[in-house]
């Protein structure tokens, strides 16, 4: 019984990030998505609810090396409708590395 809570709270949670991903953020799943570090820095990592294939997840934030800064730091999905044209380029520019 305490096996299928824990199951389906993970279930739920990867529900629940899909759709924020999906309706708040406007990002597609599995896509490349513009994110931001700690320290401001904007690159595109492959984001996948549920999944970490390059990083550890913490919840929403997930901690894995920022590519522009050459450090490790938190990182978190934003709207790429916010950003200016200059930041998204900016973003685009700046790939973590492909999953080997």
Do not use: N
């Amino acid at each position: 019984m305490r096996r299928r809570i824990v199951l389906l709270i993970a279930l739920v949670s990867v529900v629940v990030e899909a759709v924020v991903v999906t309706q708040r953020r406007g990002h597609l799943l599995g896509a490349r998505t513009v994110v931001q570090c700690r320290d401001g820095h904007l690159f595109t990592t492959l984001w996948v609810p549920g999944a970490s294939f390059k990083a550890v997840r913490l919840g929403w934030w997930r901690y894995q090396r920022c590519p522009v800064g050459g450090h490790w730091s938190l990182v978190t999905p934003v709207q790429e409708s916010e950003l200016t044209d200059a930041e998204r380029d900016q973003a685009l520019a700046h790939p973590d590395i492909r999953i080997p």
